[in-house]
């Protein structure tokens, strides 16, 4: 075992709404939610060992990701199968690039679907297929509003006995989203809903509380609060110290919308990585800058914003970071920002120093500078600008380009299936590409 663990327990996952109701990770990641609702949270936080961080800087992501992923897992998993399945998983690199004293940004997306989410997907569909093996057939159905489908898209595809279903709002994606999400096929199909993205979430949910469904498929969610794609992000801050020339007393400013990231950093602090203070820093949906500075929790109506992948008012992932905090709130702060300041910062630090950030990492960029820290500062950039063109000042647009464009204006769609409703949907599913029970 490389990391110090209590030798005679063994890691469960309880739900965060009754810490009675315990099972292994392979069940927390099947059922995704508890039956009571609560999100799954670990009992135990492991420690790092007190050589990790001398060895750190010799270890590849693959390797960093075994280490620190593997005491979550090692009932449900065996040592020699995780070392794989964290090289097939983890095989792109997050650089760190210094773009002015004191200030770093980590480049979370050069993975297949260009976000971060990618980690989580990737780490969660190599899972599920992993115990796929054991289990038969497996559906999964997620509802997106652009990113987390890509990047399930991505990680699922090809994985053996698992068919994925993903429902979209049919126009309210980007064209490269829309790309992402129709053009794989194989075991990918994608549903575009006449209709927004709540739409889509309810026919979701629906089909879950369907009985007469659930007699005859195997459905399982790759909804953002699974454990899997949960736990996966802890690698990020891992890598980051890694990758930073002076990691000393270092401040991390993350763009949060369900706060799974930034509940993910807080947990690797509390493995033992020294970081010294996480900002999360949120666009105009502020519950909770609102929430740290009032102590009420009050949120409001999503407004939609240019960093949409954040427009959550009510984040699902905050309860995770509580239970972490564990009422010692020094070292976690949370601002918030408008789209005017996220242009403004894209702008300065474009004629500063020639680096473009989209919007996401420009609010995190904007909660570092806005944070009066000794030591070095870091910020997440969560998506490559390409992503969100449409909304980058004009003066950009021309400047962004991906490394491989290769001609995706130029697909066919692949296995999509319009829908505008349940009926329609299950209608599809008695004819169909679900597998079985
Ligand atoms: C999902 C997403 C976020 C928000 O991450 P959370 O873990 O939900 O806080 C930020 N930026 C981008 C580009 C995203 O896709």
């Known amino acids: 075992m490389l990391l110090e663990r209590r030798k005679w327990k063994r890691m469960q996952f309880y739900s965060l709404n009754n810490p009675e109701h315990k099972v292994s990770f392979k069940q927390a990641l099947i059922r995704g939610l508890a039956?009571?609702?609560?999100?799954?949270?670990?009992?135990?936080?492991?420690?790092?060992?007190?050589?990790?961080?001398?060895?750190?800087?010799?270890?590849?992501?693959?390797?960093?990701?075994?280490?620190?992923?593997f005491p979550f897992v090692s009932d449900d998993i065996t040592e020699a199968d995780f070392e794989q399945l964290c090289k097939e998983a983890f095989d792109f690199e997050f650089p760190v690039i210094q773009i002015e004293d004191r200030v770093s940004v980590l480049e979370l997306f050069h993975g297949?679907?260009?976000?971060?989410?990618?980690?989580?997907?990737?780490?969660?569909?190599?899972?599920?297929?992993?115990?796929?093996?054991?289990?038969?057939?497996?559906?999964?159905?997620v509802a997106t509003s652009g990113d987390t489908g890509g990047a399930v898209a991505a990680g699922f595809y090809d994985q053996p006995g698992i068919n994925v279903h993903i429902l979209f709002p049919q126009g309210k994606v980007s064209k490269y989203q829309e790309f992402q999400l129709t053009s794989l096929g194989k075991n990918i199909h994608c549903y575009p809903v006449q209709g927004d993205f709540d739409l889509c979430q309810s026919i979701v949910k629906e089909a879950f509380v369907d009985e007469k469904l659930m007699k005859f498929v195997n459905l399982s969610s790759a909804n953002s609060i699974n454990i899997g794609r949960w736990l996966a992000q802890i690698l990020y801050y891992f890598v980051a110290y890694r990758n930073m020339e002076n990691p000393e007393e270092l401040t991390i400013s993350v763009p949060s919308g369900n706060f799974?990231?930034?509940?993910?950093?807080?947990?690797?602090?509390?493995?033992?990585?020294?970081?010294?203070?996480?900002?999360?820093?949120?666009?105009?949906?502020?519950?909770?800058?609102?929430?740290?500075?009032?102590?009420?929790?009050?949120?409001?109506?999503?407004?939609?914003?240019?960093?949409?992948?954040?427009?959550?008012?009510?984040?699902?992932?905050?309860i995770r970071i509580e239970n972490l905090l564990d009422f010692n709130k020094s070292y976690f702060s949370s601002l918030s920002f408008s789209d005017g300041d996220a242009l403004l910062a894209i702008k300065k630090v474009f004629k500063d120093s020639g680096y473009i950030m989209e919007p996401h990492g420009a609010t995190a960029y904007i909660g570092l500078k806005q944070t009066n820290y000794k030591g070095n500062g870091l910020f997440l950039a969560t998506a490559h600008p390409y992503k969100f063109r449409e909304v980058m000042p004009s003066e950009l647009v021309d400047k962004i380009h991906l490394d491989d464009q290769s001609e995706w204006g130029n697909y066919t769609a692949k296995n999509k299936h319009e829908i505008r409703n349940y009926q329609d949907f299950y209608a599809h599913i008695l004819n169909s590409d679900f597998h079985r029970k």
Do not use: W
Request: glycine share 6%.
């Open 35 to 69: 039956p009571d609702k609560g999100l799954y949270f670990p009992d135990d936080i492991p420690c790092l060992k007190s050589d990790f961080l001398e060895r750190l800087p010799k270890m590849n992501v693959p390797q960093i990701a075994f280490e620190v992923l």
């Open 112 to 141: 297949p679907s260009q976000a971060f989410k990618d980690v989580g997907a990737r780490f969660m569909a190599s899972c599920m297929s992993y115990f796929d093996k054991e289990e038969g057939s497996l559906n999964i159905l």
């Open 260 to 318: 799974g990231n930034i509940a993910a950093g807080i947990l690797a602090k509390k493995m033992g990585l020294p970081i010294k203070h996480l900002i999360a820093a949120t666009n105009q949906n502020d519950t909770i800058p609102r929430f740290m500075a009032s102590g009420n929790y009050d949120p409001k109506p999503t407004k939609p914003s240019i960093s949409n992948a954040m427009d959550v008012s009510n984040p699902s992932n905050f």
